[in-house]
Structure formats: structure tokens, C-alpha cells
């Protein structure tokens, strides 16, 4: 089950994604404190990390394209 879904990222704003990032990466410190270990959970975590991330790099590149042109 992931945490997040593309359909899910999309529809977020800018700010949204942030806050959540930020959200996955204290639970992701938590995770490593509490377990000493990598889990499943850590490994959802980080694929949503960068699910969100990768989005928002791509939205950059597209606004900057169609700046361009």
C-alpha cells in the first residue's frame, strides 16, 4: 500500500507538497531512532519523498520551458 499516489501529488500545490515532504522526513527520522534499521515503512516513505520531489522539479522544468519559448 503506498503512502502516496501520483494521482494524489498531482493535485497538490507547491506549498502542500512541501509540508508534506517535511512531514515524510521527521517520520523518516523517527522510523531510523525508534527501529536502528530500514523497513518496509522506510522504504514507502522515501518512495513518496521522492515522488514529491521529482514532481516538483518537473513542474519547474516545465515552467521554465514555456518561459522560454
Known amino acids: ?5 501520483n494521482s494524489d501529488v498531482k493535485k497538490m500545490s507547491l506549498k502542500e507538497k512541501e509540508e508534506k515532504i517535511l512531514e ?7 522510523g ?18 521522492a515522488r514529491l520531489l521529482t514532481d516538483i522539479k518537473l513542474n519547474s522544468l ?8
Open 1 to 5: 500500500m503506498a503512502i502516496l499516489k
Open 62 to 69: 516545465k515552467k521554465e520551458l514555456k518561459k522560454t519559448k
Open 32 to 49: 531510523y531512532v525508534q527501529a536502528n534499521r530500514t523497513n518496509a515503512k522506510s522504504k514507502e516513505i522515501k518512495k513518496a519523498i
Open 24 to 30: 515524510l522526513r521527521m517520520g523518516l527520522v523517527k
